[in-house]
C-alpha cells in the first residue's frame, strides 16, 4: 500500500521566515496531494492542494511543489507568522474502484517564534 | 461542526468492552472515512466507505468494525480486540467523484481505563 513519509517532525522558525516541509510517497499511481493543518484542539483543514499533472501551485504565502519523477512533493510558507503555528500534514491519494483513498504523513509541528 | 457530528466528545470505557462511536454527516457526501490520531504517528486510516453497505479496511482495521446502512452515517465499533485503543478519533467525509478534500469532524477522545 501507499506510505507517506514526512519530515521534520518539529520545525522552529523565527517570525518572517520561511518554511518548508518535505513528504514523499511510496505509490506512483497516487495523483493528488493535499496539506492539511491542525490547530492546537482542532479538526485537520485543508490548506492547500495539487494535482499529479500540475508541479507547482500557490496561494498567497503558501506554496506545494511536487516532483512525480522523485515522488516527493513539499509545502513551503513564506513570511511564516505567529498563526502559522501548528501542526501540518502531507497526503497522498490514490484511486481504485471508485474508492479514494487517502495516506497520510505522520505530521510536522511547526512554531513560529515571534 | 461544519457538517460532520462525531458523539461523543469523551468516552470512557472499562478494558473488555466494546464501543461505538457516532460520525453523521449532512453533506451529502458520498465517502466517509475513520482515521486514528497518536502523537507522532499522524493520521492512520482504519476504515472508508464509498456507498451505501460497502466499505474498505485501511491500514489499521484490526480490532475495530463498521457499518454503512445509510449515507448519512457511518459508526466506528472499537472491540475489546484492539490491543491500544486510547486514541482520538477522526471521521472524514469526501464530496462527489472528482472532488478529492476531505472533511473531518471535530473528533472522539476514547480513553480506556
Redesign the interface.
Given at each position: 500500500?501507499e506510505n507517506v513519509e514526512?519530515h521534520p517532525?518539529t520545525l522552529s522558525v523565527q517570525e518572517g521566515d520561511s518554511a518548508v516541509i518535505k513528504c514523499t510517497y511510496s505509490d506512483s499511481a497516487s495523483n493528488?496531494f493535499?496539506w492539511?493543518k491542525q490547530e492546537l484542539g482542532?479538526?485537520?483543514?485543508?490548506i492547500i492542494?495539487i494535482r499529479s499533472n500540475v508541479g507547482e501551485k500557490k496561494d498567497q504565502r503558501i506554496a506545494v511543489t511536487l516532483n512525480k519523477t522523485a515522488k516527493h512533493f513539499s509545502l513551503h510558507i513564506t513570511e511564516t507568522q505567529p498563526e502559522d503555528s501548528a501542526v501540518y500534514?502531507c497526503a497522498a491519494?490514490i484511486g481504485s474502484g471508485?474508492?479514494?483513498?487517502?495516506?497520510?504523513?505522520?505530521?510536522t509541528k511547526l512554531q513560529v517564534i515571534p | 461542526d461544519g457538517g460532520i457530528t462525531q458523539s461523543p466528545k469523551y468516552l470512557f470505557r472499562k478494558e473488555g468492552q466494546n464501543v461505538t462511536l457516532s460520525c453523521e454527516q449532512n453533506l451529502n457526501h458520498d465517502a466517509m472515512y475513520w482515521y486514528r490520531q497518536d502523537p507522532g504517528q499522524g493520521l492512520r486510516l482504519i476504515y472508508y466507505s464509498q456507498i451505501v453497505n460497502d466499505f474498505q479496511k485501511g491500514d489499521i482495521a484490526e480490532g475495530y468494525s463498521v457499518s454503512r446502512e445509510k449515507k448519512e452515517s457511518f459508526p466506528l465499533t472499537v472491540t475489546s480486540a484492539q490491543k491500544n485503543p486510547t486514541a482520538f478519533y477522526l471521521c472524514a467525509t469526501r464530496g462527489s467523484s472528482g472532488a478529492n478534500v476531505l472533511t473531518f469532524g471535530a473528533g472522539s477522545r476514547l480513553t480506556v481505563l
Open positions: 500500500g514526512q517532525s493528488y493535499p492539511y482542532k479538526r485537520p483543514q485543508l492542494d500534514f491519494s471508485g474508492y479514494q483513498k487517502v495516506t497520510f504523513g505522520i505530521g | -
